[in-house]
């Protein structure tokens, strides 16, 4: 088992720019996670998917933030525009059915940079 | 928004010692899970406790849940410079589809 992939490892951008993030998750898992970590604010979730349908985007910090999951094997997390302040590494996790005993995988993350 | 308080901030102690990290809540929560995440990676599940008063060990690590699922302890007993990292609590918010909402953590460094 592969894990949950996330790429790129690291992205460094323009303010302005847009930013695409990806995230395959684990075979089998059904639910998946986008988070935001810093120090200020440790691990914030931004949203999450059962079954590829969105549901609780309420830690989405505006619009400029969206996310997609067109498929059980794929989502993704755009930022456009970018701004400094959106510099975070930024974690996609799945969970398998069951997930109150079973938890979470998390991938290796995206340390974003937002210049 | 049910918060999950975690102290301390930081501990550092030497191989040998052993340490106690709190996780406390208001909230009741469905499960409670320990996570360790070290730099450049993304954390890892240690354990998993779902019934109050549920105590769980892992080699040196125990893991306790509170009676009223509110609060958490874990335990390093005769801690390796290995055990360094930042640990995680993370409760499980009662009819979510399995949402985690995450404490600050607690960084942990054991020196030799």
């Known amino acids: 088992d592969a894990g949950v992939i996330q790429s790129p490892r690291h992205e460094v951008t323009e303010m302005g720019q847009e930013v695409t993030l990806r995230c395959k998750p684990i075979?089998?898992?059904?639910?998946l996670f986008w988070y935001r970590q810093t120090m200020m604010r440790g691990l914030e979730l931004l949203i999450y998917?059962?079954?590829?349908?969105?549901?609780?985007d309420s830690g989405m910090p505006e619009d400029r933030f969206s996310a997609k999951m067109p498929n059980a094997s794929f989502s993704t997390l755009k930022i456009q525009p970018s701004e400094p302040r959106d510099s975070a590494v930024y974690f996609c996790a799945s969970s398998p059915p069951g997930s109150n005993m079973r938890g979470y995988t998390f991938g290796s993350g995206t340390r974003l940079t937002v210049v | 928004t049910q918060l999950l308080e975690q102290s301390p901030q930081f501990l550092s102690i030497q191989e040998g010692e052993n340490l106690t990290v709190y996780c406390n809540s208001s909230s009741v929560f469905s499960s409670l899970q320990w996570y360790r995440q070290e730099p450049g990676e993304g954390p890892v599940l240690l354990v998993t406790?779902?019934?109050?008063?549920e105590v769980k060990k892992l080699k040196r690590l125990t893991f306790q849940f509170g009676d009223a699922r509110k609060d958490s302890s874990l335990h390093i007993t005769a801690a390796q410079t290995g055990d360094t990292g930042l640990y995680l609590c993370a409760g499980v918010v009662p009819g979510s589809w399995g949402k985690l909402q995450f404490g600050a953590g607690t960084q942990v460094v054991v020196t030799p």
């Open positions: 998917f059962n079954n590829n349908v969105p549901i609780d």
């Open positions: 406790v779902v019934t109050g008063g």
């Open positions: 075979s089998g898992h059904n639910s």
